[in-house]
């Protein structure tokens, strides 16, 4: 390949000696622990071959679509789903190639640059000239075994990885890879709700019923009876190793109401009558109370993702679907809302183990001082501050995160980073994680804030990077 100084060295990030210490002794060799992600179970049970770079990489990436949009790339280089047709998969690597040199100080420059050299080994910069060889050299690797999905799993260490499933998912790929002697690591589900509140989506919410009722074989017509078809699928996940739900929220709901005023709310929307926001906040309250009361009971952890203001585009979401990389930060009011569902469920003391993502970096601060208000003495760290997610999760968001953690809470009982990703090649964000915890810690021991002691230091970087999840979720 064409000789450029290496970007990606093996002290990338690490700016002081003890950081440098910190990560290769303490942090580099750890276990992967990916307990939320959004890898498709069927690949990695069934042991993909990936065709290409462009089938792994940019097949499902949103992030990338995003940039590529933005720089100019027409929809047939990115998703194929344009008026103009689909384009090839080479023509689509190398429209990102063409985009990847103008993501200076974007994450994404980071992140590419870091999944080339791991797991391929290229070091050489993505560029419309290295393309070609790239392309070539990472699809013979890909042509391998090794490289393979759950080779790749392998190569990077992964222990566990908790996919993200509906209730009425077969969890049959689950299954097959759990009485796989072979397969390289714990793939578990995680039980994800969020049809269940879409009672104001009647494309989506009486479709997902259906399907709900067919699993369960039990009709659905009160919302007694939609818990009851819950709780049988809770049983159900259960006993294929789920220990996480999640939940995703535009903003945590608001609006109280009774199972009476549910069943009403039911009603109107399985005989498609029109549901207010008010009804449609008041049932996603319900639903969501509910859910966090099932989760207690099974003893998982839930978590709770908020702050997303989803398929802004119409036009794209006509075309791609949802996912497609036009989703931005809400800026709606929560802590009201966050604090009254957390205080009901803790007042009766159905508070499970719980982690909280918001999007939007202005609720830093009061969702690191919103963790403190719930934790009750019975589990360390019970309440967690969850890492950098979606536009956060790069540098600077995993930054202030860890600041503000540490300045409202206890950073030596954080749970850590994941990947919260489709791609196989995301097990870097990891790597990225690790590295920046590092030199944030190594910058302080230089620095004099804390002390100039590998031990403690080092127990806390091994604890953050791996062992705290470990512990936290029972793995």
């Known amino acids: ?10 002290d990338f990030l ?8 910190l990560y290769h002794e303490y942090a580099e060799n750890q276990p992967i622990i990916d307990y939320h992600c959004h890898l498709v179970p069927a690949e990695a049970a069934n042991n993909i071959q990936y065709r290409n770079m462009t089938h792994i990489w940019l ?9 590529m949009r933005t720089a100019g790339v027409a929809e047939r280089y990115i998703t194929g789903k344009g008026p103009d047709g689909n384009a090839s998969d080479w023509e689509k690597f190398e429209k990102w190639a063409e985009t990847y040199v103008k993501c200076l100080r974007n994450p994404l420059y980071h992140w590419t640059a870091l999944e080339l050299n791991n797991p391929f080994g290229v070091k050489t910069l993505l560029s419309p000239q290295t393309a070609p060889e790239i392309w070539e050299t990472c699809n013979a690797m890909l042509a391998q075994p090794e490289f393979f999905a759950q080779g790749i799993m392998r190569r990077m260490k992964v222990e566990t990885v908790c996919t993200t499933d ?5 969890l049959e790929f689950h299954i097959k890879a759990k009485n796989a002697p072979t397969f390289p690591a714990k793939m578990l589900p995680t039980m994800r709700p969020d049809k269940a509140m879409a009672i104001d989506k009647p494309d989506v919410f009486l479709p997902w019923l259906e399907k709900l009722e067919s699993v369960t074989g039990a ?18 996940f259960a006993s294929v190793g789920c220990k996480l739900s999640d ?3 535009g903003m945590f709901p608001k609006t109280k109401i009774t199972a009476a005023q549910a069943d009403a709310i039911l009603k ?10 008010e009804e449609a906040d008041g049932f996603a309250r319900l639903v969501l109370i509910e859910c966090c009361k099932l989760n207690h009971k099974f003893g998982w952890t839930q978590q709770f993702h908020f702050g997303a203001m989803r398929n802004n585009s119409s036009r794209i979401y006509k075309i791609c679907g949802p996912d497609a990389g ?6 709606g009011e929560t802590a009201l809302a966050m604090s009254s569902v957390l205080d009901e469920l803790d007042s009766t003391d159905q508070l499970a183990r719980s982690i909280l993502y918001n999007l939007n970096p202005a609720c830093n601060a009061m969702v690191a001082t919103m963790i403190g208000n719930f934790q009750d003495g019975s589990y360390p760290g019970k309440i967690q501050y969850g890492s950098g997610w979606w536009f956060l999760d790069q540098k600077q968001g995993m930054e202030d995160q860890i600041n503000i953690l540490s300045a409202e809470g206890l950073l030596s009982l954080f749970v850590g980073m994941l990947t919260d990703s489709r791609s196989f090649l995301s097990y870097t964000r990891h790597e990225y994680f690790r590295r920046i915890l590092c030199n944030m810690l190594g910058n302080d021991m230089t620095n004099g804030l804390i002390p100039y002691d590998f031990d403690l230091v080092g127990e806390l970087v091994e604890n953050v990077s791996y062992k705290n999840a470990k512990n936290y979720f029972n793995f």
């Open 14 to 21: 690490l700016q002081t000696p003890a950081a440098q210490r």
């Open 247 to 249: 939940h995703g929220l």
């Open 1 to 10: 390949m064409n000789e450029s100084k290496p970007f990606i060295t093996e």
């Open 59 to 67: 097949a499902g990436d949103h992030y990338k679509w995003r940039a």
């Open 166 to 170: 509906d209730p009425v998912d077969s």
């Open 219 to 236: 009709p659905i017509a009160t919302f007694d009876a939609l818990f009851a078809a819950l709780e049988q699928r809770y049983e159900f």
């Open 268 to 277: 109107k929307a399985i005989a498609r009558q029109p549901v207010t926001p």
């Open 326 to 331: 036009c989703d931005s930060i809400a800026d």
